[in-house]
């Protein structure tokens, strides 16, 4: 969803406090999992009413769009049956457990609403972030949220250290070749904890004072033993899965022999488009190669290759 994260405005008190009411939503974040209304399967968008006896003083203000202004907060502190009774479910019949779960993006994302999904991990990334910065980086001290939730303050008044949060940057990438008889084969590889036959296009972090295209051309190397150059910058992805941003290149190999690195990678493999077209997906229960889930810019990637 393209919130408008309102960089300025969050920063005023009664500006933010004009964000509630009828128009505000709410998600809430338990133990590093999304609301979700069970019978839907959908993204939980709470209203003012039905958080009103929850405590919001460290809600995190995400962002406004045409309609709504949307807030996250974390719960894993509050008992599961206070959550019964702090969240109005008088409009339905049933109790908070029967009308509502709380889920993993991660597993349910693929499912859900993309425009929602977004929110959701947005809300997931930032509960994350708070719960592991709770002190000073710097001196030590508490530190507490500021600026509605997008960054932290050192209480120690000789230090006063502001922290933002975190992204970790690494890229991802597809490499391609043609080969002798005039194929064009793409380099996928797999991690033995994936599900069963699921191959990926590889990937890896950035290193202090690298090039985002040196790491491509590191990353493929030691994880698969190939040189590439013509290194192709083509799409990014939020993966708050905890706090990555993944950056999508196409590169061109010049070499073809693979030596899997087996600390990185179980196996890896080149494929034609055509063998592609026989994949299954992500979650199928059959056997054979998988292609990764439509929500990825793994899968981005694949299918841009394939296209073209």
Not at 69 to 83: G, I, K, N, P, T
Not at 263 to 282: C, I, P, T, V, Y
Request: hydrophobic share 35%; net charge negative; with cysteine.
């Amino acid at each position: 969803m393209n919130l408008n994260r309102a960089s300025a405005e969050r920063k005023d008190p009664n500006w933010l406090l004009g964000q509630y009411g009828e128009k505000s939503r709410w998600l809430l974040v338990w133990n590093n999992k999304n609301l979700i209304v069970s019978n839907e399967r959908e993204l939980a968008l709470l209203s003012q009413s039905q958080v009103d006896t929850l405590d919001r003083a460290e809600a995190m203000f995400l962002g406004i769009d045409e309609t709504h202004s949307y807030f996250a907060l974390d719960v894993s502190e509050v008992e599961q049956e206070l959550l019964q009774g702090c969240i109005d479910v008088s409009f339905d019949e049933h109790t908070f457990e029967q009308t509502f779960h709380f889920e993993d993006m991660r597993t349910i994302g693929p499912k859900l609403d993309a425009e929602l999904a977004s929110v959701g991990v947005l809300a997931r990334g930032l509960c994350y972030w708070h719960k592991t910065h709770r002190f000073c980086g710097r001196c030590g001290s508490p530190n507490r949220p500021v600026e509605a939730g997008h960054a932290r303050l050192c209480n120690d008044k000789e230090c006063r250290h502001m922290t933002f949060p975190r992204t970790d940057p690494a890229v991802i990438m597809l490499v391609t070749h043609t080969f002798a008889d005039g194929v064009e084969r793409c380099l996928l590889g797999r991690q033995a904890q994936w599900p069963e036959g699921v191959y990926s296009t590889l990937a890896g972090f950035v290193d202090p004072g690298e090039t985002l295209e040196r790491a491509v051309i590191r990353e493929v190397k030691e994880e698969a033993g190939v040189e590439v150059d013509q290194v192709r910058y083509l799409a990014s992805q939020p993966w708050p899965f905890p706090s990555s941003i993944m950056l999508g290149f196409i590169a061109t190999a010049k070499s073809t022999d693979i030596f899997v690195e087996q600390d990185e990678l179980e196996h890896a493999q080149w494929f034609s488009r055509e063998e592609l077209n026989g994949f299954a997906e992500w979650g199928d229960d059959v056997p054979g190669y998988k292609l990764t889930r439509k929500d990825s810019i793994s899968r981005y990637l694949v299918e841009y290759w394939r296209q073209q």
